[in-house]
DNA sequence: GATGAATGAGCGTTCATTCAT
DNA sequence: GATGAATGAACGCTCATTCAT
């Protein structure tokens, strides 16, 4: 596709945002600040966006279309919903992980208000959960996943753990790496944290027998 | 009306602070319409709190203590780690479930900064962790949860889990009841997504060749 | 003088009030520090005092008073002009250099605006000035003092001379004795800066022409 | 209207702060009043000044820079002490009877503070002073001025004789020529207000023999 | 008289956005 | 398209003063 000869001004503006988004934060990050790091003129960011908001707006779009496309791309690659769980997990914990000025923005500044978070998840969050719906039902049929388990509330359990292994990553001064941990999180997430022989919360180990 | 300090005008002021911040976002809060609306001059705020930002710091402290408090009394009822872990997931989405603003200030307005996020995790969130912490060692040692999982993996799972199914809620227009939620989570979570006999994410059906 | 049991309280809030002043300046000086340092309520100030700017004038009122009174009894005990006008001169210093606190409140303090200086000038000031100019009339009649001099020139002279003997000791870290400057002072007043013979400014050398 | 910086607006500024400031004072000074009377919006104002205090600075420094430069000046065509001194008095008080704001301005809000005042002192102020200083020397070391008068007293009663002449003339309602005044002050600085004969403030007239 | 909690008016400064060049 | 000087709305906080006790 043809693109203009400015574009790569556009591009810079959005790297000098994320840098300067992940340092200051959303509000006490300043425009000129990355109209400067950007080297561009304050003026010329109202060019390629309406506004300061705009900026975190394009952010998430671009980046989480990217994220999507490239997970739809992977998932093809293997065949079982167990399996897809694990790569949408890696897929996740990898993107996030690679570039940590971007995961501060996606895990802390996009969600600076409620207005941002809806209109956020009504968009390419959304399509995100659908993509992990999708996977979860497909297993659902085929017997590799339990079917009598609320979808919803698989998906947002799966996102929620992802989620916080990001947030956790960002906020910790230790510099381990974040994909690692998808295989013991997909891990739990499927076999689940009880041991074989007393799962389930309603099992009980035969002492307590009397008990409710 | 009496001019002894303390009346009730602190607990005013925070209420007040709560529902402002849960409308307006902490930013675009106004001190004054928090003064306003909890019938006190702007000044008077400042009898009682540093400042804006101290508004949020000791709502959180506040409504942190009490709820670890009490998470910790009613662990006390309860004899093993799944039903623990049970009381736990009952108990977080109960108490965000009851009051919705203070339920978004939580989910969302204190996650504004990471200054903000470091500070939280750094005192009570880390309370919180560890009170989860101890319940999956205890069950880890008895045997009714599996040793081998690690635990800071298996706490940030289950607080993600929890933590999304309560921005989920709020998000939601919908209204329905947070803490019903409680039993499908923990039931994933003890149990695993994955249907017996087919868990774990590396086994595959032994003729997996033409699964999609 | 029967004074009421309380007027102590009165005077401890205008010492309080000169070393704050002093110490802060009038404008950044909060009148809770005056009351904390004098050991009474906020309030109280208020039951001896109209307002803040009410310390100064007070303040300003009764040092004058005192000090015009002392200047008027000295100066019965000396018979010529010249005599006189080296105990103003010496009663000023002494006076001023006596207490910082006190001198800087009445060199910077009294002059925050026009406002007080105009009210000050009008007042006590005046007094001083009529003090001042009776004595040079007296030294005018009697031959002792230069008839043909402007005597309202005169007295600004005088007065300017000393006031600034004051505001360069307040401002010196030095800290020399501030009346031992009355002798060379007046001195200079009486005799003049020119050497004898060379006296005037339009008095030049009659042949000039080499002069350096 | 041209963008570009600078034009006159830095000037306008000046020029507005000084009646400001001269008509309310320093501190009731609104930054937005002299904002609008320079025909420029508030935040501009910051575009040349660091802020409210930068514009008291700005003004001494610009003010006293040329007042200095214009006193070296004129000090160089005249050849001996005496003279020069009429020329130091007389510009003071030209300079400072051309513009009454901005004597106000000098005579009053720059001495809001000790720390003005000491920055002050500090810089232009002691440039003067220097000036003032070296034509004393200058007339005592080549006979014209008498050599056993203290340099700082006399450079200091000289500095206040004028300076208490400005803020005599700003704090009166008639509107005298203040320059008219330079004359006499130096006629009196150079001979002294003694009558020749009885000069000193130690011989006193020989009726009066037996006072102390 | 004394107290001190409560009041609420008041303002310097920042910074996202505009628009003449 | 690009610039950056100019704009001006917006607000947290302080503190002199009041007044119920």
Redesign the interface.
């Known amino acids: 596709m043809a693109r203009r000869r400015s574009d790569d001004k556009r591009e810079r503006i959005l790297q000098a945002a994320v840098k300067v988004f992940a340092k200051k ?1 959303y ?2 990050a300043r425009v000129s600040e990355i109209a400067s790091k950007a080297a561009v003129a304050d003026g010329t960011i109202y060019l390629y966006f309406k506004g300061k908001e705009d900026l975190l707006v394009s952010l998430f779009d671009e980046v989480m279309k990217e994220h999507i496309e490239q997970a739809r791309a992977e998932l093809a690659l293997v ?2 919903a ?2 897809k ?2 790569v949408i997990a890696e897929h996740h914990l990898r993107a996030m992980g690679q570039n940590r000025d971007l995961a ?1 923005v996606f895990q ?1 500044e996009l ?5 941002f ?2 209109r956020f ?1 009504a968009s390419w969050l959304q399509d995100y959960f659908s993509l992990m719906s999708a996977v ?1 039902e ?2 659902q049929k ?6 009598e ?2 979808r919803k ?2 998906v ?10 990001v ?2 990553w ?2 910790s001064r230790r510099d381990y790496d974040l994909d690692k ?1 998808a ?13 074989t022989g ?4 309603t ?3 035969a002492l ?1 027998g009397t ?1 409710s």
Request: hydrophobic fraction near 45%; glycine fraction near 8%.
């Open positions: 934060g509000f006490a065949p079982t167990p399996e769980l694990r501060v802390v969600r600076q208000s409620t207005k978070m809806e998840t979860i497909d297993g085929d017997g590799s996943l339990r079917p388990l609320p509330v698989v947002k359990a799966l996102f929620g753990a992802l989620d916080e292994m947030t956790s960002i906020l941990l295989a013991p999180v997909v891990d739990l997430f499927l076999r689940g944290a009880a041991s007393t799962r389930g919360p099992r009980r180990p307590a008990a």
